[in-house]
């Protein structure tokens, strides 16, 4: 399934933002506070109508899928996920299979075994079967993290959108994510993050996108998009890259 944004307009937000996403790639959407990150990644996902403008995917405006079959499509992880019930965390993960479990006529989609299989692969993925029986209230904030981004793996979507799904991990289980999220790709997915750090946007995403005020300021491969006179001008500071293509780091001065 292909992705698009149409001149999307969100007053304050996003003016005239238009792009066409690509599955089987990382496409990272950086930019300063402020920029429109958030709000155009949540009007992809279809949680937020524009103003004026449409996202669309295979050519279907997305507030025309009934809400289960968008949910089958697109997988999104917010920011700061809130999680109701103290449910284990496999129990939480296990969510993420609720729109393939029936429809309104309560016709299965999936079997129980593709469920459980499903569920499996996403504990084992973010490193959670140690942690499949714990209460979500008593996990780290880290480990919290990881049980969120599990449980939307569990749900197998078209696309995965992702806000900052890496500020609350370590080095260890952040760079285990982003490996995961580029396997995603390369089996065919569409990946999209909202990341702040451009040193993993510039050796990790295959397409950078930079907001500036609610507009594209940039878009292409990330060696072009992070041109350092770019970065020096969005954000305001000296900056220059340093080191190989793949394991780059951007020195500020």
Do not use: F
């Not at 001149?7 to 089987?24: D, E, F, Y």
């Amino acid at each position: 399934m292909d992705l698009r944004a149409a001149s999307l307009v969100l007053p304050g937000r996003l003016a005239g933002v238009s792009l066409a996403l690509r599955p089987g790639e990382v496409t990272a959407i950086v930019g300063p506070n402020g920029a429109g990150k958030s709000s155009l990644l949540s009007c992809l996902s279809g949680l937020l109508a524009p103003a004026s403008g449409m996202v669309t995917g295979d050519g279907t405006p997305l507030d025309h899928l009934p809400p289960r079959e968008r949910a089958r499509r697109i997988g999104y992880l917010p920011q700061s996920p809130e999680v109701a019930w103290d449910v284990s965390v496999r129990t939480l993960v296990s969510l993420g299979r609720l729109p393939w479990q029936g429809s309104p006529l309560h016709r299965a989609h999936a079997s129980a075994a593709e469920d459980e299989a499903a569920i499996a692969r996403a504990l084992a993925a973010m490193d959670l079967d140690p942690l499949a029986a714990r209460p979500v209230s008593r996990l780290s904030g880290g480990e919290r993290a990881r049980a969120l981004a599990a449980r939307v793996l569990a749900g197998e979507p078209a696309w995965l959108l992702a806000d900052e799904p890496l500020a609350n991990l370590d080095l260890s289980h952040a760079a285990a994510l982003v490996r995961l999220l580029r396997a995603q790709a390369e089996a065919g997915r569409g990946v999209v993050l909202v990341l702040h750090d451009l040193a993993t946007a510039m050796n990790r995403a295959d397409r950078v996108i930079v907001l500036d005020r609610g507009q594209v300021a940039a878009d292409g491969p990330p060696h072009l998009a992070l041109d350092p006179a770019l970065v020096s001008r969005i954000w305001g500071i000296g900056a220059r890259w340093l080191g190989d293509a793949g394991a780059r780091a951007l020195a500020v001065d």
